[in-house]
């Protein structure tokens, strides 16, 4: 699976953002898609996950209440709905595919790049 994301740009504190991302081959549907980020100087960080038939969701705490996730499967599509962006959101946003829980840590099997979100204050 290859993830095509896109919809990053510069929005001012308490704006909002929608990203996209398309993914390619026959499995996308088949399993769950997620989100991450990475700000400057910081590790990757989990932002959130669907899981293939859009039943069970999660969120970062710090993202709960202002980002949804969402999905299309007949698509291969996946959004990050992001309202209320505060400056500490500013990051390079991956979007993922087959993303799992291990204990306390997320991770994915396929990745896209990454698209730049700034959040200027």
């Known amino acids: 699976v290859q993830l095509q994301a896109s919809g990053g740009g510069l929005v001012q504190t308490g704006g909002s953002l929608r990203l996209s991302c398309v993914g390619s081959?026959?499995?996308?549907?088949?399993?769950?898609v997620g989100w991450f980020r990475q700000a400057p100087g910081k590790e990757r960080e989990f932002v959130s996950f669907?899981?293939?038939?859009?039943?069970?969701?999660s969120y970062a705490e710090s993202v709960k209440d202002r980002f949804t996730i969402s999905r299309d499967n007949a698509k291969n599509m996946v959004w990050l709905q992001m309202d209320s962006l505060k400056s500490e959101d500013t990051a390079v946003y991956y979007c993922?595919?087959?993303?799992?829980?291990?204990?306390?840590?997320?991770?994915?099997?396929?990745w896209g790049q990454g698209t730049q979100v700034t959040v200027s204050s």
């Open positions: 993922a595919h087959d993303v799992n829980k291990l204990g306390k840590e997320w991770s994915a099997n396929n």
């Open positions: 081959g026959r499995t996308f549907s088949d399993y769950s």
């Open positions: 669907m899981s293939w038939n859009g039943g069970r969701v």
